[in-house]
């Protein structure tokens, strides 16, 4: 049995056809790399028995396979068939076309980002997208940062610095990751004063709370949950009123934010933007991610003199957007006006607006080819509940279809759904009632499917 001069150096290995062609891949730094830790791999492998020219011949190939583990980014795509519209998880919304060719040319080339072509002199990132959310919010101004909390905490800020802000107490949300309002007002420097109960505020209560020390009234649209029962709150007309009257501005959080009446789709209907605005709150802010459907970012709009204000705030340039995503929104926002094609060009109104039989005709389609690509597990047609996700209407559902998998083992659909994860396009469903489900609701091809399961 060959021992350890059955080794070759790592400069003969660097100097072999496949040290040369992996070199060509992944440069000569992390070619080296690969084959000294495979190397002293093998010499205790030898140590504990195993013979030299085996190990000698496994060396490039286990260094290859290496080289292409360290390759391959988890942050690749993948079919999200969970049956959640906007997960988080997986990068909420699906850019449109047009705004990946947009982003893709931001990229590709200098651009006038900051620069007046007409004038020729400096210009401000956001006029490529104030005139189109004015447009289509109703609102004086807008102005744009990184998300929808970033929004919220420079509004905050800018309004109510060391004063008061007026919450009820069955708006103090939390959002992912543990991401509550009153820490956010804390940081935006504000005294939050909780306004009413938990399930129910009236107007009096915001009256009796309001005083010398008030900066602002904050009302936070409850996207991620829902209070039912014995409940009252004060209608955003008359909670403007409100502070209208006591000269404070109100700060209407919409979350999710909507540019289109959800009740087209057949949804429960939520408040638009254009509609916050138009029920007089002072600023309104919404996300860009969610059901918009564009790239991430939070938008404020509403009375002139405060977005100016929310402009100077020295957190504004520490939350502004990269010329990347102020191109792909600006695409994404133009595609708002012509809403009669809207759904064939957003991905995620086209997924939210997909028929419960179109759905169940693809799955109907898919099984037994699914089922021969996976021998070894059952694949049925079902019927599925998809949500939209990321905090919009969270209680509510929309009829959809998929496949339910399951096999031998009570472990079955875990190992099943650890083998599609482990696919070079990921497919990721959810566990439900003992099977693995693909909810098809965002399935746009059956090839994408059949494709991903074939590797």
Same mark, same amino acid.
């Given at each position: ?46 140590? !504990? ?6 190990? +000698? ?5 286990? +260094? ?114 543990? *991401? ?10 504000? =005294? ?37 029962? *014995? ?21 209407? !959080? ?10 087209? *789709? ?9 509609? +916050?605005?138009?029920?007089?709150? !002072?600023?309104?802010? *919404? ?113 959809? +279809? ?12 875990? =190992? ?40």
């Amino acid at each position: 049995m060959a021992g350890f001069r059955a080794l070759p150096s790592v400069d003969q290995l660097l100097q072999t056809e496949t040290g040369q062609s992996l070199i060509a891949a992944h440069g000569r730094a992390l070619v080296t790399s690969a084959l000294r830790a495979r190397l002293q791999a093998a010499r205790a492998a030898i140590r !504990d028995g195993a013979d030299g020219t085996v190990e +000698a011949a496994r060396l490039p190939h286990l +260094a290859a396979a290496d080289l292409a583990a360290a390759a391959q980014s988890k942050l690749r795509p993948m079919l999200n068939l969970t049956g959640t519209v906007l997960h988080t998880n997986l990068g909420r919304a699906i850019l449109a076309d047009q705004a990946i060719a947009a982003a893709s040319a931001a990229m590709a080339a200098p651009l006038a980002l900051e620069f007046d072509l007409d004038g020729g002199g400096r210009g401000q990132r956001d006029d490529h997208l104030r005139g189109l959310l004015c447009d289509l919010t109703g609102a004086e101004d807008a102005t744009i940062v990184n998300n929808n909390a970033a929004a919220v905490l420079i509004a905050l800020n800018t309004l109510g610095q060391g004063r008061d802000a007026l919450v009820s107490r069955g708006e103090l949300i939390e959002i992912g990751g543990a *991401f509550r309002m009153p820490d956010i007002m804390a940081r935006a420097g504000v =005294r939050l004063v909780e306004v009413g109960t938990t399930n129910r505020t009236h107007a009096r209560d915001y009256q009796a709370a309001l005083g010398p020390e008030s900066g602002l009234i904050l009302k936070v649209h409850t996207s991620n949950y829902r209070i039912e029962g *014995f409940t009252a709150e004060v209608p955003a007309p008359e909670l403007a009123a409100i502070a209208r009257a006591a000269g404070v501005p109100l700060l209407n !959080d919409l979350g999710a934010g909507s540019l289109v009446d959800l009740s087209a *789709f057949g949804l429960r209907r939520e408040p638009t933007v254009a509609e +916050a605005v138009a029920e007089g709150a !002072d600023l309104v802010t *919404f996300s860009g991610d969610k059901l918009l459907g564009g790239p991430q970012a939070g938008f404020i709009v509403g009375r002139r003199d405060l977005i100016a204000a929310i402009n100077r705030n020295p957190l504004k340039r520490a939350l502004r957007l990269d010329k990347i995503r102020i191109a792909a929104l600006q695409a994404t926002l133009r595609l708002y006006r012509d809403p009669d094609r809207l759904t064939e060009r957003l991905p995620t109104l086209r997924f939210l607006a997909r028929p419960q039989a179109e759905i169940a005709a693809q799955a109907t389609r898919l099984a037994p080819q699914v089922a021969a690509l996976l021998p070894d597990y059952s694949v049925d047609v079902c019927d599925c509940a998809s949500q939209i996700g990321s905090g919009a209407l969270p209680v509510d559902t929309i009829p959809s +279809a998929g496949l339910r998998m399951n096999g031998a083992g009570g472990d079955a659909p875990n =190992r099943l759904a650890a083998r599609l994860r482990a696919l070079p396009c990921p497919v990721i469903g959810h566990i439900h009632d003992g099977a693995l489900i693909l909810d098809l609701r965002c399935l746009d091809r059956d090839e994408d499917l059949l494709g991903a399961l074939a590797g």
